[in-house]
């Protein structure tokens, strides 16, 4: 052997010493119809931080933990309620009171499958009570309980004036005291809500309503709870999570005791965490995910090429639950504290933001998401797409769009783009404007982190946009920049114009999309943290926005008859985007690579569950774009 | 010299309380806003927010909570996770990180000094001819391309042509490490062998090499008995120091190749506010820091006798 050749032996020697040489994965894709072992992804900055599901409301930590623990109800893949640990449920009396039948013999094990305990009522007692107890929870999910089930938020209220050691060492006697929750037997759980919720079992799959075991709380110590890692919590779940490697793996192995034994599910569900989707598009490639979301780059780079090997198999994913807003704030400040008076008398006038509602193209926009077909991200609802259904069938959305005069898409251009009207309503306000002494152009101002590059093209697309369809004489958009935190350097001291933000359901009812703009109202999500509108002067806003709020109350008030309360909301929300108090931009509908069909996985616009690696159908060989499209023939037949 | 490691390490142990200080007060100085998640700040209201804050003794007066901390330092109680992992102990959230980091990191490093020092011979050996060019190329194109695209095409050959393991796997150590070691070495190598060329080749023009030729002592000896030697001395120095750093792991690589190591932590704990976690890790890269020049300064001394780190009541 020559001499180098020995040096380089023994580098190499040390090397694998060093850094110790394992056995090889076993990994990899299983054998027959579908795939046995999924390997899936997860970017580095979504890793989960929490492993008790009552103490998150986190997606990063619900979509792993919402398969160790399950839940009253679950979803399909039509994104409706079907049994889970609850076998039957309803309410007799228009949602004041609500009681869900519970399965027999199912089980909480350890991490490894063994029987710990039974899962019956009582564990949904302990689980509300570990919610609702300031001392136990210090998430912000106690939100949901409090607004529906008696007497919930003055427990929370008198657990958080006790001595963190007696709060901490109560059972549940004095919850079941205070609180409308009661379990005549081992298998009924009775809710008692504080008006009548006719939604509240679409509130079931959200974690704040959760079980958890009192015996699992006696096991490791009511202080250790917080602190539990994958080997020491139980589970009643699809699966056990046997591998926890922060930054690195996650692995769910099926659990054996799983009450649904006629369910399919994988052997094990491998999570990688990577750094982005442009590695997890290489490790894609070599075989070592099962699917992967494309970034626009990518996307473009197949699709541009003919003989690319992937050009077959690019396949349009199913929209995510978020519906996308322009919120502009009511109540703006400069950087350097003065408020904003120039744009906050522009954005309170009905022409001024009307015309951005009907005047942005905003395709250019959707191809950053889509470029292939880019209309199909057009949102023209404020609520999401596919939330709930009119007995006859119709879907909520389409009703508002109904309402608003919309009608079907040409293909070429957005339904709700109108350039003739927007130039109308711009001179309008133009001189609506000046004789309230506002200069022109007005100055938006819109934030994206900084450092990201894609975040930087999008916001020039729109710039773009601005500039083309509304004209430089008009709207100016500065495009600005935060570090880390949003919500600290932007939304809190209310430097933003307006915050293009998806909202989620966290219960099937359009309520909880309306309710967070009303006027006046604590609870208003968006209302008290972006819009600002409580804040705001103009007196022909504010009308507008009581009216629109009354609508909304008129809508929660109709609890017996649900078409006619879902028709209150259409017409709320109706109004809401005439007047423009909002403006919606985007349905997220983005392209993949993919083993998996999705059309079988849980899609629900509300809940934690979709998810859950529960009836996935997948394939050994990556689906084809005419595989897809066939199978969404068929989904939507 | 037993006096001397005494006084170094006194000097160690003010240095890390003042580092733990700094820190821990920088900490307090950021609004208590950076406590919560985006989440908790939108919903939590601002009694709940000031309740949770009490409660994690965030408002008591920050020199109760200075003396609080020094208590837990000496009673080596760092405290728990915020957000890393909620609740974990914080010696355990590090703990299960540091071995990963160390191992690819003495493997790394290991690889560079060999390696290193190999190219730096040959270079030496071969002044100004090709196999310098080469090593001088090799040199430049580490420093000159960014990480982030070295890495990206270590990636894509090391996955596609050799069929490596794209991202590091606790199931399969060996091969999965191969990768991310070779991007920890790319830039240690090309300094190694910079360094070491320029050292080998200063000592190569001094008078006394010249004198040992024209006594006729062989080329191999001369550059084996005191080339080497000499130019060696001077990184000496810094190897206990970058033993001690591949604790700390490195964030660009462990992130892009998804190694579960210390790399990332600080950069996370800091945006997460995770505040126990940043003052443990402070209090340990300040005692690597420290620990490690200490070292090097011993090393150094007994490789060259000639070094004295005590003299006439000084220390250097």
Redesign the interface.
């Not at chain 1, 931080?49 to 008790?52: D, R």
């Not at chain 1, 103490?55 to 986190?58: K, P």
């Given at each position: 052997m020559k001499k180098r050749t020995k040096?380089l032996a023994?580098?190499l020697a040390?090397?694998?010493v060093?850094?110790?040489?394992?056995?090889?994965?076993?990994?990899g894709n299983g054998s027959g119809d579908g795939i046995k072992d999924l390997v899936t992804w997860e970017t580095?900055n979504r890793e989960m931080?929490?492993?008790?599901i009552l103490?998150?409301?986190?997606a990063n930590d619900l979509n792993v933990l919402g398969n160790c623990v399950e839940g009253l109800l679950e979803t399909d893949a039509q994104g409706k309620l079907i049994p889970g640990l609850a076998k039957e449920w309803g309410t007799e009396d228009g949602g004041l009171t609500w009681t869900f039948k519970l399965r027999e013999g199912v089980k909480w094990v350890d991490v490894n499958g063994n029987e710990k305990a039974d899962c019956t009522a009582q564990d949904f007692v302990t689980g509300l009570e570990w919610v609702m107890n300031?001392?136990k929870n210090?998430?912000?999910n106690t939100?949901m309980p409090t607004s529906l089930i008696k007497g919930a938020g003055e427990y929370y209220e008198y657990t958080?004036n006790l001595p963190?050691e007696e709060a901490l060492s109560m059972d549940n006697t004095k919850f079941l005291e205070m609180v409308g929750i009661e379990t005549p037997d081992d298998y009924t759980v009775v809710y008692h809500c504080i008006t009548n919720a006719t939604y509240f079992d679409t509130v079931c799959p959200s974690a704040c309503l959760y079980p958890m075991s009192a015996a699992f709380v006696a096991e490791v110590g009511v202080e250790?709870?917080?602190?539990?890692?994958n080997e020491t919590i139980w589970y009643n779940g699809p699966y056990t999570l046997t591998e926890y490697?922060?930054?690195?793996?996650k692995t769910l192995t099926k659990n054996p005791t799983y009450w649904d034994k006629e369910c399919s599910l994988f052997d094990t569900v491998t999570i990688?965490?990577?750094?982005d989707i442009t590695?997890g598009f290489?490790?894609y490639?070599?075989g070592?995910l099962d699917h992967i979301d494309l970034s626009e780059a990518n996307l473009r780079t197949i699709w541009n090429d003919e003989n690319n090997e992937y050009r077959d198999q690019l396949v349009e994913k199913l929209p995510r639950k978020y519906s996308y807003q322009m919120h502009f704030n009511y109540d703006k400040y400069n950087e350097d504290g003065t408020p904003d008076t120039n744009y906050n008398t522009a954005i309170a006038n009905e022409a001024f933001r009307q015309s951005i509602y009907y005047g942005l193209d905003l395709t250019k926009y959707f191809e950053r998401t889509n470029f292939i077909n880019p209309l199909k991200c057009e949102n023209n609802a404020y609520t999401m797409k596919g939330l709930l259904y009119f007995s006859d069938g119709t879907e909520y959305t389409a009703k508002v769009k109904e309402l608003l005069g919309f009608g079907e898409s040409d293909g070429k251009t957005p339904v709700r783009f109108d350039g003739a009207k927007a130039q109308e309503l711009k001179a309008k306000a133009m001189e609506e404007l000046s004789a309230k002494g506002v200069t022109f152009p007005v100055e938006l101002d819109y934030y994206i982190v900084a450092g990201s590059q894609n975040a930087l093209d999008t916001a020039t697309v729109l710039q773009q946009i601005f500039s083309e369809c509304l004209g430089d004489d008009y709207i100016k958009l500065n495009v600005g920049t935060y570090v880390?935190?949003?919500?600290?350097e932007v939304i809190?001291p209310q430097l933003h114009s307006f915050v293009i933000n998806g909202w989620g359901a966290d219960y099937g009812d359009p309520q909880n999309f309306l309710g967070q703009e009303t006027y006046g109202e604590?609870t208003a999500?968006y209302s008290n943290?972006y819009s600002n509108i409580n804040n705001a002067t103009d007196a022909d806003l504010i009308a507008t926005y009581k009216e629109f709020t009354d609508l909304v109350n008129k809508a929660n008030a109709i609890t017996d008859d649900m078409d006619a309360r879902y028709f209150a909301y259409a017409e709320a929300e109706a109004y809401m985007l005439q007047h423009a108090l909002s403006v919606p931009t985007l349905l997220d509908i983005s392209w993949q690579l993919t083993h998996v069909n999705d059309y079988t996985r849980s899609n629900a616009m509300f809940g934690i569950q979709n998810y859950m690696y529960k009836n996935w159908e997948t394939s050994v060989d990556a689906y084809t774009t005419e595989q897809y499209d066939a199978i969404a023939e068929e989904f939507y037949k | 010299m037993v006096k001397y490691t005494i006084k170094r390490l006194l000097q160690t142990l003010v240095t890390v309380l003042i580092v733990a200080t700094i820190v821990f007060l920088l900490m307090r100085m950021l609004p208590t806003d950076y406590f919560f998640t985006e989440d908790q700040l939108m919903k939590l209201t601002p009694e709940q927010k000031q309740e949770q804050l009490e409660a994690a003794g965030l408002t008591d007066p920050v020199g109760e909570q200075l003396i609080r901390f020094y208590g837990q330092i000496l009673r080596f109680d760092f405290g728990e996770s915020r957000r890393i992992q909620s609740g974990v102990d914080v010696v355990k959230v590090i703990g299960s990180k540091f071995t990963v980091s160390m191992r690819l990191g003495c493997t790394a490093l290991v690889i560079s000094l060999f390696v290193g020092v190999f190219i730096d011979i040959i270079q030496t050996i071969n002044k100004d001819k090709l196999l310098d060019h080469i090593g001088t190329g090799y040199t430049i194109f580490v420093n000159a391309v960014p990480s982030l695209v070295s890495y990206s095409l270590v990636l894509v050959f090391g996955s596609t042509v050799l069929g490596l393991p794209s991202l590091y796997s606790t199931r399969n150590p060996g091969p999965s490490s191969i990768l991310p070691v070779v991007c920890l070495s790319l830039a240690s190598i090309a300094h190694y062998a910079l360094w070491t060329r320029r050292y080998m080749v200063d000592e190569l023009n001094k008078d006394y090499i010249k004198l040992a030729r024209v006594k006729g002592m062989s080329f191999n000896s001369i550059m084996v008995k005191h080339v080497f030697k000499n130019a060696f001395v001077p990184l000496v120095q810094y190897i206990p120091t970058s033993f001690l750093y591949t604790i700390g792991g490195s964030l660009l690589v462990e992130r892009f190749f998804s190694v579960p190591g210390m790399g990332p932590l600080l950069n996370d704990a800091i945006i997460r506010y995770d505040v126990n976690v940043v003052q443990t890790l402070a209090i340990i890269y300040g005692t690597m820091g420290t620990v490690g020049v200490f070292l090097g300064d011993v090393l150094m001394m007994l490789l060259d006798p000639r070094i004295k780190l005590v003299g006439k009541g000084e220390t250097r």
């Open positions: 040096v023994l580098v040390l090397g694998m060093l850094t110790g040489c394992g056995s090889s994965s076993a990994g580095s931080e929490n492993m008790v103490n998150t409301e986190m300031f001392h210090g998430a912000a939100s958080k963190a250790n709870v917080l602190g539990s890692s490697i922060q930054g690195n793996t990688r965490i990577i750094e590695v290489q490790l490639q070599n070592e880390s935190s949003q919500t600290k809190q604590d999500y943290n | -």
